[in-house]
């Protein structure tokens, strides 16, 4: 019986309510024993206490939340990011995360130009992924549902991320993320995914509601949706992934309102259930 | 000069306050000689008097909305769709479509398998070919946003489409419809635009809002949005299509409430500008 061990819960899913300490201590008090860390809550308590709270509590870290947003064509803005992130990776390996999930951002303001848009994140990306590889950490590109492509992510799919880490070349400081919530609906995603073994750094979960309210937070526990979420486990597993089943849902008027202690019941159960 | 030859309105566009009648009157009045009729709009004044209407004030129909919803696994209901599609070809034939609109069907109630839902749908194409070709109609596959995927359209990618195309052999009984709003967020928007060379049937336009509040009646009025519209227009072109340029605005809380004279005057506004 696997059980929860490969269960982790993104801290998404309970941060409206749940600051790093009261998370960590939160799921490993349930038993689990994976986490997904996001940026502002590690830097509240600074990056050393964080990593002795990770470590205290026996955590794993399966992602760090978010590198990225690499698409201004402005030069200052664009170098400030650049530092940002060497910053980031540099986070991402002291608490030993798997991965940085990677957010490639949105069109600029003013901008119609999604070509530029994408050719400026790869740029910033080759500037990245030197210093990832001598620190040891993985830039996970994350494809984002198309409906988020204004405003978060020119990255729109799973073929389009293998193109860039083959663009990029590269080893293991480049890799893709598997989130169900924003591939489901892809006609190639078996054949992408396929095309991902050996590069999948994450697998995230959560569900797709056919009354959908909001293009960003509304998503839905699992089995409350949609997606064939064990299809798709199959496949990133067949594909050789064998990390962190990570449970990450943004939900403004369900989830992130309840009592964290009792979210993650429900996702403990919930996880055995549907993923 | 161009001038508006080759504009059609989209009947969606005014629908909340205009009739097929006045829809029709309407556009002419403005000098527009393009509509795409929706069927409900149709059956309440009857097919005679429709086509006579449209004959009377030279409207050109560029499309027919809409066939398709063919995913039901039961199979009573099943058949009930496939012989409203036939008729939906005939009313076609008789008020001289350039096409149908075909919206493939989102997933069953209850139904996770969306592999399914995708083989439902094309065993239905297959049915309805042989009656649309012989009917002289074009069944217009439209890939609609992934966002619309659970609701109504488990074809979501023009690269879909293309092989569905492919899949289903044929002339030009079936085409393709390449929607700006649907398809603009597409990584692989130029290499299937010419793919699907020859069998692009309607060419349809709106413009994605940064600050979209639904997934369905929330589209922008060219040029309020991000999508570069005339690269599209220019790759639609260059792969051969020379039909008309539709304007497709779902728009609950903004276009829908204006006085319609209102809107077909900013519509053919923005078209010269942002079209």
Redesign the interface.
């Known amino acids: 019986m696997e059980g929860h061990s490969k269960l982790s819960i993104n801290q998404y899913t309970t941060k409206m309510k749940w600051a790093l300490r009261e998370a960590v201590e939160g799921y490993a008090r349930h038993g689990i024993r994976g986490i997904s860390v996001t940026r502002d809550t590690l830097v509240e308590i600074g990056l050393k206490r964080a990593s002795q709270l990770l470590n205290d509590n026996g955590m794993h870290v399966s992602g760090y939340c978010i590198g990225g947003l690499l698409t201004t064509p402005n030069e200052l803005a664009f170098r400030a990011r650049i530092e940002e992130n060497l910053k980031i990776i540099d986070e991402a390996a002291q608490i030993d995360a798997e991965c940085i999930v990677f957010v490639a951002g949105g ?1 600029p303001e003013g ?4 070509g530029a848009a ?1 050719q400026r994140c790869l740029a910033g990306l080759r500037e990245l992924l030197p210093h990832a590889r001598s620190a040891g950490v993985t830039i996970a590109l994350e494809p984002l ?3 988020m ?3 978060r992510s ?1 990255l ?2 799973l ?2 991320a293998n ?1 860039w880490c083959e663009e990029l070349g590269g080893g293991d400081e480049v890799g893709v993320v598997v989130d169900v919530y924003h591939l ?5 995603l078996e054949r992408e995914i396929e095309r991902a073994s050996g590069r999948i750094a994450a697998f995230h979960v959560s569900d ?1 509601l ?1 009354d ?1 309210s909001d ?1 960003r937070v509304d998503r839905g526990m699992m089995g409350d ?4 979420i064990p299809r798709i486990r199959r496949l990133v597993e067949a594909a050789g992934y064998d990390g962190y089943n990570e449970v990450e849902i943004f939900s403004e008027n369900n989830w992130w309102r309840r009592d964290p202690d009792e979210v993650v019941r429900i996702v403990k159960d919930r996880y055995t259930q549907f993923v």
């Open positions: 069109l901008s119609k130009d999604i994408r549902h198309p409906m492509c204004s405003l020119c729109t799919t073929a389009q193109d489901w609906w892809d006609p190639n797709w056919t959908t293009l949706g949609v997606i064939d």
